[in-house]
């Protein structure tokens, strides 16, 4: 079987849901029959400028597309994501923290801090995650590690603990150093963890904050400096990059109709673009496709002399390309009911129903994590 044949093969997985007849009992699935579908187009992702990126459905756990993904590259101030991280993990955001010398001249962007004042933890937050503010990464990263070497380990101890194998990192910041480097991969690893923090999700979608004046009276704002949120229907975060090393990097994410998506862009010439564009072809090329709905009539089932509808107790629906339809089609027979599943008037797959195998079946979320391992392999990224 081709991959290209095979592409909604990964069906038959998911016909195996639960099904109820009028008397409440719950007949499982117990055989599934793989026919090959030829013919079925698979998505080809644009061609964007960026030298390495990934596109990644976050609600059915499928990689849509890459290009060099484990490739080792400068992240500018996306490094800012793991800063951000570790410091709420390790302190409150009331904590007041005293600027040093050394953060007030941290240099290229920042918010304008001044040695010797003090601001909490949750306002180094907003300035470094919107507006990439330097001199509050720095801030918070001797406050938490007590100074900038001791935080570094503790990134890199993070780094280690996510499974990240092409990261590293020499400073909070992002500014251009040996040894400091991520890839789009691994950097969407730590934009999906910091987006499970409560406080990092909500920073990240903001666009602008209004901070504590300077000591001398001045005004201070943190403006967001990803452009998506403000124009991506959806977006919600999460973090820009630019250094000359580097280039325009972007961790991106969006979310319409319950599907989440990330599009992550290393060294690109318009990361918004790219990302707009990566965005776009994952949310237009793949669609959910049901198999059938709740309470959907099967078939019926004989049991003896006796004959009841076979229902299906909830809705199945699978995740494959846009412009395909599962057709099922229900044929009864002695001790259950047998669906048949095609795509194209061509048949995929039957799955048979009986009434005396219950609960044989594994939770529904198990065969979609089965059906993502088949994605990768469709896609030639398991052999």
Known sequence: MTRLSAVLTVILVLLSAPIVGATSVAPAAVAQIPIPLEGLPIPQPPSVSAQSWILYDETFDQVLGELDPDVQRPMASTTKMMTAIVVLENVALTDRVTISTNAAEAGESEIGLYAGETMTVGDLLYAMLLQSANDGAVALAEHVGGSVASFVRMMNDKAAELGLENTRFANPHGLDA?????SSRDLLTIARYGMALPAFAEIVKT???????????????????NELVRTYEGAFGVKTGYTDEAGLTLVAGAEREGRRIYAVVMDSDDHFADSAQLLNFGFEAFTVLSVFDIAQQLGIVRTGDDVEPALAEDPVEVFGPTGNAVVTEPRSGDGGVVVVATVNNEVIGTTGIRTDQLH??????????WAGRYWNWLWGLEE
Do not use: I, N, V
Not at 360 to 369: E, Y
């Open 178 to 182: 040996p040894g400091h480097y991520s």
């Open 207 to 225: 666009t602008t904050y209004s901070l504590p004046p300077a000591p001398d009276g001045t005004a201070r704002e943190a403006r967001l400096s």
């Open 360 to 369: 044989a079946l594994p939770a529904l979320r198990d065969s979609f994590a």
